[in-house]
């Protein structure tokens, strides 16, 4: 499966959009305002769009886009659905500020159909970014605070990220392996914030190419419990 373009967003409704089945549900686990959420369920020919935050903010705004949305602590609650219920699931940008990402890995299979969709998009901690920040004694990319903010991730003035679970692209196919959500593909991603210089942005699309060198990873899994 190739991607017609490589930013997160883009290349998530790519996804849907040639994997659609024209039925089922679809829950999107991060859903923030539902604004990501529509566009995916559009592309997938979702017959319900459900969703899950933390924020009640995030939840009110995605109700009056017309999701089902729930609050839910996604490392101290399950989630609020029955078993086999969705035909897809969504999940951007969230395991890497859980404490548990196991407790949620099992609330998807769970609740996804066998067959069913489920597409991940996380930092890779592999990155090349973090290999040559790590050789010079740095911080890798997503825990910096600095960085969050140059993406419009974190708003804080921590030097610090508040991400705590980020994954090589290795170690996640391994762990979505154990929780029977077969893997069928990962592909790149970009995250290049406005700032950043012509180096950066050569070594950025050069490392889409390869997944355990990229800066994000899309991991697309199938369930298989």
Do not use: W
């Given at each position: 499966?190739k991607?017609?373009?490589?930013?997160r967003?883009?290349?998530?409704?790519?996804?849907?959009?040639?994997?659609?089945?024209?039925?089922?549900?679809l829950?999107?686990?991060?859903?923030?305002?539902?604004?990501?959420?529509?566009?995916?369920?559009?592309?997938?020919?979702?017959?319900?769009?459900?969703?899950?935050?933390?924020?009640?903010?995030?939840?009110?705004?995605?109700?009056?886009?017309?999701?089902?949305?729930?609050?839910?602590?996604?490392?101290?609650?399950?989630?609020?659905?029955d078993?086999?219920q969705?035909?897809?699931?969504?999940a951007?940008?969230?395991?890497?500020?859980l404490r548990?990402?196991?407790?949620?890995?099992?609330?998807?299979?769970?609740?996804?159909?066998?067959?069913g969709l489920?597409?991940?998009?996380?930092?890779n901690?592999?990155?090349?970014?973090?290999r040559?920040?790590?050789?010079?004694?740095?911080?890798?990319?997503?825990?910096?605070?600095?960085?969050?903010?140059?993406?419009?991730?974190?708003?804080?003035?921590?030097?610090?990220?508040?991400?705590?679970?980020?994954?090589?692209y290795?170690t996640?196919?391994?762990?979505?392996?154990?929780?029977?959500?077969?893997?069928l593909?990962?592909?790149?991603?970009?995250?290049?914030?406005?700032?950043?210089?012509?180096?950066?942005?050569?070594?950025?699309?050069?490392?889409?190419?390869?997944?355990?060198?990229?800066?994000r990873?899309?991991?697309?899994?199938?369930?298989?419990?």
């Open positions: 499966m991607s017609r373009t490589r930013d967003e883009g290349a998530v409704i790519d996804i849907f959009e040639r994997t659609s089945t024209g039925t089922g549900s829950l999107d686990v991060g859903c923030g305002d539902g604004d990501l959420t529509v566009r995916i369920g559009e592309a997938f020919g979702a017959e319900e769009l459900y969703g899950v935050d933390v924020s009640p903010d995030a939840v009110e705004r995605a109700r009056e886009r017309g999701l089902t949305a729930f609050r839910v602590d996604l490392d101290e609650e399950t989630l609020p659905f078993d086999d969705f035909a897809a699931v969504h951007g940008e969230v395991i890497d500020y548990d990402p196991d407790h949620l890995f099992g609330e998807v299979q769970r609740c996804l159909r066998p067959g489920f597409v991940l998009t996380t930092p901690l592999a990155s090349i970014h973090n040559i920040a790590l050789l010079f004694g740095k911080l890798p990319y997503p825990m910096r605070g600095e960085f969050d903010r140059l993406v419009g991730e974190n708003e804080g003035p921590s030097s610090l990220s508040k991400r705590s679970s980020v994954f090589t290795e996640l196919h391994s762990v979505l392996s154990a929780h029977d959500l077969h893997v593909t990962v592909l790149g991603a970009t995250s290049t914030p406005p700032e950043a210089s012509t180096i950066h942005r050569l070594v950025e699309t050069v490392a889409v190419a390869f997944p355990s060198l990229s800066y990873n899309i991991f697309v899994c199938q369930n298989t419990g």
